[in-house]
């Protein structure tokens, strides 16, 4: 019985991470260069952060059409409602007459992000270093890109989640976030609005996923659609690397953890990964007992188990400690390395 | 000369081996290639490619020695092998001659002249709701993993009544004619097969006799794809399908005498929405004389089938998945016929 092989941790021995500055920038690195994840590839100077203010705002003291302000003093009134300066900045009147309060530019340092060499520089504008990552595969995704801190939530209840959101990490603006066996539409649009740069999680139901969609939200899914748990070695994997800077790339559905050459050889012999470069891994096997397999069958959608014996058109799999086996229709799973 | 065509689905693929001219093997490997599972792994073409490597060396043929033929749907995958001839199932079914061919898969209903094209999450009430694993995520699943198979009757149910909505209400066969109903949804091992004849039921639109054939192993399009590349090597592909029986719509009640010749004639009665089967395969063909109000008197013969005559007697437009009562009998008489088979 043929079935394919899934490997939901690749190790990638070459890849190209390409990072870009907001506006044109001066670099500090050159072609061959190499970085680690801290390393500055150069600098540029923007205003990093804009509030826009509501409909019903009256500014308190402006006569031409902006005026700057200090961190804490007062910019003006909503209703009853006093609004103060977050940082320093500029209060803009627009066209339509509504404000914006734009931080004063800063300078802001690109970092690499990733152990690697660069190859080459385009203009003022992006670098293209050449690295090695290990890549987690999605079963769903939103097509965008984006990049962050990778923080990792410890699969939660629904209750906590939000409240983690809003208090346990300071600030998750520009941070990818794994949120859990399963996330509500409710804890997604709160990631949404606070500015998290992406959220993964085991799964969640079609409604979340559209939303994502529609808002052109970075949104990933491990397990697939329903209440299904991350698999173990992707929830251990992830929260090893927590607070890395990692890259979420939809259009090809993977999660790309940049790693330190050394770290892929160590952790090869450890967990067995499949490197896609070294050897050439066989996409189909015949399923044998022993080997590890994910049902794509109710009630254990999802699940891993190992397979204990196979039959004609069916296995019959073992999960966790339960010495009761259940049979799985082909082709209703596949098998794990 | 060894020869490989392959059929790729949108949930499965399947092969036609002739390792010489006389001997034909069909197989199938219920898996396809999506981003989500492998994207990490390879790409498309690579995975196809080694399906393909994998089931000739396999049976010991040798790539230089081989003719590889590829056809799929919506378009034949590129592979890293050097291909002899590559089409469309689109233009396949275009292109077909005599027996009617009707695909239908996951995404499309497919005949001469017709094509209607479902997608999964396309409905308003397609959204996710609180239940575990509910109707709606297993769909959705679906998608992710297309080639599962739903874990239950009413999931399967649900999943064929949203493809046999799109087919035009105006839509009719012509009576009298061949139809090999074929596709992925015929190949994939699903949890209960009298579901087939349930689709079949409804996807066969129009008044009249049909003479009914279900193509499991997608043999159509695969030996459509050889005839087109050397007619020599397939000259009649009647013979592969199983011929499942005579399917006779009357759109209302109906009378009909069966006489087999052998003297003992039977006289069935049947009132309207009813789905009954008559059990009949012989090498002799019988005499059938079907009177209803729709259909005027007709005299034909038939051989039968598998299942035997089948006689619907639903209105024009009804459609069984909407009626419970009907359709639970309906199943439990072809899960009857299709034990004792």
Redesign the interface.
Known sequence: MLVPVARKIMDNRKCFIERVFPVEGVWDVKIGDFVEPFSRLGSCVFSQNKMTLPSDFKPRDIKGTEKFFYVDTLLGNVKKEKIFAPYDGTLKKLEDKKYVYEENPRKYFLLSGVWGTVKSLYGKSSALIETQSKDISFTYSTEFHSSGELVVFPNPSDILKKSYLENFVKGIKGKIIYIGNHVGLEVVKRAYELGASAVIVGSCHTDVFNFANNNGFSFGVFSGFGNIRTPEEIYKYLSSVSYRYVFFEGAKNILRIPVREEDMKILNKKEKITDINIINPEYVKNVEPGMRVQALQRPYFGWFGVVDRVSEFSIFVKFGSDERTVEIRLPNFLIIE | MALITAHFDVS?IDFLIKKTKKNTEFFN???VYT????????DQK??YS??VE?VMSDREIKNPSCDVLTCGFPDSPELNLKTKYSVKTLDLIESSEGIVPVFINNKVFLTKGMMCSYEL?EDED?????N???E???I??L???P???P??LSSQVSLDSKICEKIPERFRFESGRKIVFTGGRFTQ?I?NPELNYILILEALRGLGVFNVYLDSSNAYSLLRTVQMYDRSLVPDIESFFDTSGFFIRTGGSCECLINNGLGDDKFIEIEDNKVFIYPFRSDTPARLSIKSRELGTIDVHTNGGSLGIVFDTRAPGDSIYDDVKLLNESVKQFENVLKDR
């Open positions: 499965g490997f219920p898996y981003k989500g599972i492998f994207g990490n792994q390879c690579q995975f080694n399906i994998k999450d397609f959204l996710g709701n609180e575990d694993l509910g709606f995520d297993q959705a699943n998608n992710a993993y080639q599962t198979t874990d239950d091992k949890l």
